[in-house]
């Protein structure tokens, strides 16, 4: 800690506004950490968006499948009646 001190009192970054080292320490720390923390918002905020637009471009695409899909759902009635056509030849 007293290292950290001791480069931040030389270093320009740090105010000369304070009433001794561990003010000005937490001053310059509180300045440091917004910078951080702004940059790695805006960074995270973008790829969230991104991850946003492809999910909802793969639900759209996803649903104009399985709409046009939707007819070879349901069960072919001939194959039911040739089952139960199976089913009285064997009786």
């Known amino acids: 800690?007293?290292?950290?001190?001791?480069?931040?009192q030389d270093s320009t970054i740090a105010s000369k506004i304070g009433k001794d080292?561990?003010?000005?320490?937490?001053?310059?720390?509180?300045?440091?950490a917004e910078e951080h923390d702004g940059e790695f918002l805006e960074?995270?905020?973008?790829?969230?968006d991104i991850v946003l637009i492809f999910s909802g471009l793969?639900?759209?695409v996803s649903t104009g499948f399985i709409v046009a899909m939707e007819?070879?759902?349901s069960p072919d009635?001939?194959?039911t009646t040739n089952d139960l056509l199976r089913?009285?030849?064997q009786i």
């Open 1 to 8: 800690m007293k290292q950290v001190l001791d480069i931040l």
């Open 21 to 32: 080292k561990r003010s000005r320490f937490w001053g310059v720390y509180k300045r440091v």
């Open 43 to 48: 960074r995270y905020t973008t790829d969230m």
């Open 58 to 60: 793969f639900s759209a």
């Open 71 to 73: 007819s070879n759902l």
């Open 77 to 79: 009635p001939s194959d």
């Open 87 to 89: 089913q009285l030849v």
